[in-house]
């Protein structure tokens, strides 16, 4: 486990929207803590509910929501990484907590539709109208939140949750609790993965190109169980086991007629009820070389775990790979749960920047923190 110790850090002010106001000097993160050398600031504030998070090549930062029903372009005009100026490109969407970039177009998945957004740089000022890919995916709230990527592939993914705690409606819809992928115009819908309760969170190893993800499992078997996960999915066509199977070993009560032993192990155990979302491959050079191409997770944390237990995650946290092989689950920064089992914040999705810094966001606190070494 990694060395910690406490950091007071300066909270930067971002200058948001039109008016430039400037926010974010109310944000405690003075109770964040991370190994020594690193250091946290405010990149941006004042952001409604951001969660998923994609950069293009020309360095605009797109920042989805899940309550809030938008979608921003996050500015940093002056290149000095602090973010100076956020402009609403979209509003009154359902659920959009998916963006990806690709040849200068913005995709936005809500929850039965994927929308693309044409050649969005050159028209922040005047958004253009979306044009709809896809308006077939199912329409349950329940886990339908998406999360969006484009793989080395080409293809677009898309995870579709399955629609409960705990069921198997795979008969009614079998993309329910899959990992889908597609062509970028929304043709050629298939499913890449199966078993899959709810993704929220994937990248693609260096060096491989191979789909890792996290996954969150199921509720309401104890504060301790079942973990959540991290999975490796190297081919299509795999099952990593829900409903019957949690954890690689915790056959499900209630969808007991299929063993543990038919499904994909997941890579790494996680914390119980961390949620475990966001995730990334760190491919900057400018945290330490044992962090290099190493995965970090933000995870999101507990909300039904017993007062007596308390919560679990509200953190960040890196899984160290070797190959195909994922060993230590360490801590990396955390301070947004008090001692009092209060959190203030929760993060919620990780960009890396050009630079090597990393990029958290937290829909709680409205806020993008950048997180730098410079040891």
């Excluded at 914390?271 to 990334?280: D, T």
Aim: net charge negative; with cysteine.
């Amino acid at each position: 486990m990694c060395r910690c110790i406490s950091f007071l850090v300066a909270v930067v002010a971002a200058a948001v929207g039109a008016s430039g106001s400037l926010l974010g000097q109310g944000l405690p993160i003075d109770r964040l803590t991370l190994p020594a050398g690193f250091k946290v600031e405010v990149y941006a504030s004042g952001i409604e509910n951001p969660r998923q998070m994609v950069l293009s090549p020309s360095g605009t930062l797109f920042v989805s929501t899940r309550r809030a029903g938008n979608v921003y372009a996050v500015l940093d005009t002056d290149t000095d990484y602090v973010a100076d100026r956020v402009v609403t490109i979209a509003s009154s969407l359902t659920m959009p907590n998916g963006v990806a970039f690709r040849d200068g177009n913005l995709y936005v998945a809500e929850i039965n539709r994927l929308l693309r957004f044409d050649d969005v740089e050159a028209q922040l000022e005047s958004p253009p109208e979306p044009i709809i890919i896809n308006n077939g995916l199912p329409t349950d709230r329940a886990h339908g939140w998406k999360y969006l990527g484009f793989g080395p592939d080409g293809k677009l993914y898309v995870p579709v949750g399955a629609p409960c705690n705990i069921c198997d409606r795979t008969s009614e819809d079998p993309r329910f609790g899959t990992i889908l992928r597609m062509n970028p115009d929304g043709t050629g819908e298939e499913i890449f993965a199966r078993g899959v309760r709810n993704s929220v969170g994937f990248d693609w190893q260096p060096g491989t190109d191979e789909l890792w993800f996290t996954n969150n499992g199921r509720d309401r078997l104890g504060d301790e169980t079942p973990p959540d996960t991290l999975h490796h999915a190297p081919e299509a066509g795999l099952h990593f086991g829900y409903p019957f199977c949690h954890g690689g070993d915790l056959q499900d009560p209630e969808f007991s007629d299929r063993p543990c032993g038919e499904f994909r192990s997941p890579a790494r155990k996680l914390g119980p009820h961390v949620a475990s979302i966001g995730m990334k491959f760190y491919t900057g050079s400018m945290f330490p070389l044992e962090y290099h191409n190493q995965i970090f997770i933000a995870e999101h944390g507990s909300w039904n775990r017993s007062e007596e237990a308390g919560h679990t995650g509200y953190r960040l946290t890196v899984v160290h790979v070797d190959g195909d092989q994922a060993g230590e689950y360490e801590t990396f920064a955390d301070g947004w749960l008090g001692s009092d089992n209060e959190s203030w914040g929760r993060p919620a999705d990780l960009v890396v920047m050009p630079d090597g810094s990393l990029l958290v966001s937290d829909d709680t606190a409205n806020a993008i923190y950048r997180i730098t070494y410079d040891g």
